[in-house]
């Protein structure tokens, strides 16, 4: 049995707290796509866990956490990460890593700093991780992936070639020092041999996996909005967070995935520039940030908040085929007089019910809203979802009628016991 987890908004929907909530039900837990420019933030009793690569399944011992073949790996950051946890005291035994993801080179990172500032006053927002650049030679069929890392010949070729091209860039275009091939090889070839004992067959592992009758989780990072096809393009990530994605990244075919959950926001967030129809104004707005602690979490940037748009999760699923919703935070709209959702928009004079393609179209789309009493309960205190105040019970029922989808989870709080059952997803 295959479990996939997707963000169904722009992302930050808490998928890092529903992963390691469905962990413990599973055996096998999956990162599919992105790469350091995700933040999972996973809260265990005192201690706040944040996640870039690692799967965040990763906290429960005896679980196996596969860095899969769609993910671009930045050995450096990875190596903080696993010394982190190491110092912590959480076992780093079942962490393996896909020979064919792919590697993030101090190149690609530079690229990112200078192409986001060729940009101008246009930005798109980037985490400046290298992620881009990255996808980008795995594209063009001259990215380096794992496999020659740990293959010094293969490396030192494809290092060779890369430099040939990049620092010619650097250079001509932009008129910055490139980089040392001697001084990559060495610092490299350490990571090379560290992570060595890591690597597997991500495709050939999982499949033995379901063979002897293990639960597999995918994680996702980023969201549907942000999707490189099904986002709001350009303003997107540089891979597919959607759950086809899942399958590629993972190595498991599309009909092994047997269930989709999404994961949403009781409200909306987006980080960066781009079209953002119920994006709230004012006091609000600025409420539900604080409260919610909306800054990102590789970035530390603000986030815009918008209230709930049924219009972006019915989008998200239909191309995640979703069959479950789990609802996060929705403690932080306590004391709210009133709550709006999103269910559809006017556009050009028309009532559409989904995401135009064109991005000056959907930026000109105006949210209609339905209007409902908030409560005053601290939700995040309360045990059982049926002792939940009447309107907070309501709302959840809105989201489930307006989207077609049961909500299987709902959590009032970064603690693993504040997120409630209503459906068993394993």
């Not at 993972?250 to 926001?265: D, E, F, N, Q, R």
């Amino acid at each position: 049995m295959a479990v996939a987890v997707v963000g169904t908004q722009w992302g930050d929907e808490g998928k890092g707290k529903v992963t390691d909530f469905l962990s413990r039900q599973a055996d096998c837990i999956v990162r599919y796509q992105g790469g350091t420019n995700a933040g999972h933030t996973i809260v265990v009793g005192r201690e706040v866990y944040k996640f870039h690569t690692i799967p965040s399944g990763i906290l429960y011992p005896g679980k196996t956490c596969v860095i899969g073949s769609g993910v671009v790996v930045d050995p450096k950051t990875l190596m903080v990460e696993i010394e982190t946890l190491t110092q912590k005291g959480i076992s780093l035994e079942g962490l393996k890593i896909s020979d064919r993801a792919h590697v993030i080179m101090p190149y690609h990172r530079r690229l990112d700093e200078l192409e986001e500032a060729r940009r101008g006053q246009s930005p798109i927002g980037t985490t400046l991780k290298g992620i881009g650049p990255a996808y980008m030679d795995k594209v063009a069929r001259q990215g380096i992936r794992v496999a020659d890392l740990l293959d010094e010949d293969a490396f030192r070729e494809k290092l060779s070639f890369a430099l040939k091209e990049k620092n010619q860039l650097f250079g001509g275009v932009f008129g910055v020092e490139g980089f040392s091939l001697d001084e990559i090889l060495a610092e490299f070839g350490e990571y090379a041999s560290s992570l060595r004992p890591l690597v597997v067959d991500c495709s050939l592992y999982l499949d033995r996996a379901l063979a002897q009758g293990k639960k597999i989780l995918l994680e996702g990072a980023q969201g549907t909005m942000l999707d490189l096809d099904h986002g709001t393009y350009p303003y997107v990530t540089s891979s597919n967070p959607v759950a086809g994605g899942g399958s590629v990244g993972s190595g498991l075919g599309p009909g092994l995935i047997t269930t989709v959950v999404g994961i949403a926001k009781a409200y909306t967030t987006r980080v960066g520039d781009g079209p953002f129809p119920t994006e709230i104004q004012g006091a609000p707005g600025d409420r539900i940030r604080e409260v919610g602690r909306e800054y990102g979490t590789t970035t530390g940037r603000p986030r815009r908040i918008g209230w709930l748009d049924t219009v972006v999760l019915n989008h998200a699923r239909r191309v995640n085929n979703l069959k479950y919703l789990a609802l996060t935070l929705l403690d932080v709209l306590t004391g709210l007089e009133s709550l709006k959702i999103c269910t559809s928009y006017e556009c050009r004079g028309e009532e559409i019910r989904h995401i135009p393609a064109g991005l000056s179209q959907f930026q000109d789309c105006r949210p209609r809203y339905f209007e409902t009493p908030g409560w005053r309960e601290d939700l995040s205190r309360i045990e059982d979802f049926r002792d939940f105040p009447g309107e907070a019970r309501r709302y959840v029922r809105l989201v489930e009628e307006l989207t077609g989808l049961p909500v299987a989870l709902v959590s009032v709080g970064p603690k693993r016991h504040q997120t409630k059952v209503l459906k068993q997803i394993f």
